[in-house]
C-alpha cells in the first residue's frame, strides 16, 4: 500500500535553534518527493522537490535529502524563526500521472517560540 | 505572476443554497486541481483538469460540480451541501501532471 508517514507529529522548539522533520514513503514506483510548508488557513507553498536522483535541495534555511534506498527524506531548518510556525507537509508523487498519484503525509506541526 | 488566486476567501452557506467558488492562474499551467482539506489533515484531492478536460473525479458526490472555462479558470460549483463539507477548499495548478503543484490561498468554507 502506498503510504507517506512523517515525524515527529509535533515539534516545538526556541527560535534561533535547528530541527529536523522526518517522511518515509513506501510508495512505488517513485517519481519525486517534495516538501511544502503550510501556514494555518493558507494554501501549500512549494519549498522543495526532488527526484529519485537527487540526494539533497537546498531552499535558503530548508535542507532537504533523500535516499531512495532507504526511501526516507528529512527537511532541516537551520537557524528557526517565528515564521517558521506551519505545518510541513512531504508529498510523494508515484508515477507520471496528474492527481491520485500524490500521496500527502499528514504533516509535522512545528512551533517556534521566542 | 506566479501565483493562484481564489475566490471568496471566506463562504457561509445553507444546505439549500447554490454557490460556486472560483480559481484563477495565469502562469500557462494546464493542470489544475481542486482538494478538500479539514483541520489538521493533508488535503485530499477531489477533481483533476489536464487540458480544460476532466481527468479525474476522485468519487465525489455529485453536489460537488467542477467547470473549467478556459485554461485558466477552473469553478467549483456548490448545490445542497452538508454540514461535513465545510472545510478549506484548495486549488492548485502546475505545468504538467507530475510537476510541482502551485496552491492557492484556499477558500474556507462553512456549510449551516
Known amino acids: 500500500k502506498n503510504q507517506v508517514e512523517q515525524s515527529p507529529q509535533s515539534l516545538i522548539i526556541l527560535e534561533g535553534k535547528n530541527c529536523t522533520l522526518q517522511c518515509n514513503y513506501t510508495v512505488s514506483p517513485f517519481s519525486n518527493l517534495r516538501w511544502y510548508k503550510q501556514d494555518t488557513g493558507r494554501g501549500p507553498v512549494s519549498l522543495t522537490i526532488?527526484?529519485?536522483?537527487?540526494n539533497t535541495k537546498s531552499n535558503g534555511r530548508y535542507t532537504a535529502t533523500l535516499d531512495a534506498d532507504t526511501k526516507q527524506s528529512s527537511l532541516h531548518i537551520t537557524a528557526s524563526q517565528l515564521s517558521d510556525s506551519a505545518s510541513y507537509i512531504c508529498?510523494?508523487?508515484?508515477?507520471?500521472?496528474?492527481?491520485?498519484?500524490?500521496?500527502f503525509g499528514k504533516g509535522t506541526t512545528l512551533s517556534v517560540s521566542s | 505572476d506566479t501565483e493562484v488566486t481564489q475566490t471568496p476567501k471566506h463562504l457561509v452557506m445553507g444546505m439549500t443554497n447554490k454557490k460556486s467558488l472560483k480559481c484563477e492562474q495565469h502562469m500557462g499551467h494546464r493542470a489544475m486541481y481542486w482538494y478538500k482539506q479539514k483541520a489538521k489533515k493533508p488535503p485530499e484531492l477531489m477533481f483533476v483538469?489536464?487540458?480544460?478536460?476532466?481527468?479525474i473525479n476522485e468519487s465525489v458526490p455529485s453536489r460537488f460540480s467542477p467547470e473549467c472555462p478556459n485554461s485558466s479558470l477552473l469553478n467549483l460549483h456548490l448545490h445542497a451541501l452538508q454540514p461535513e463539507d465545510s472545510a478549506l477548499y484548495l486549488c492548485?495548478?502546475?505545468?504538467?501532471?507530475?510537476?510541482?503543484?502551485?496552491f492557492g490561498p484556499g477558500t474556507r468554507l462553512l456549510v449551516l
Open positions: 483538469y489536464s487540458y480544460e478536460k476532466l481527468s
Open positions: 508529498v510523494v508523487s508515484g508515477a507520471e500521472q496528474a492527481g491520485t498519484a500524490l500521496i
Open positions: 492548485a495548478s502546475s505545468q504538467l501532471s507530475a510537476e510541482t503543484q502551485y
Open positions: 526532488m527526484t529519485f536522483s537527487e
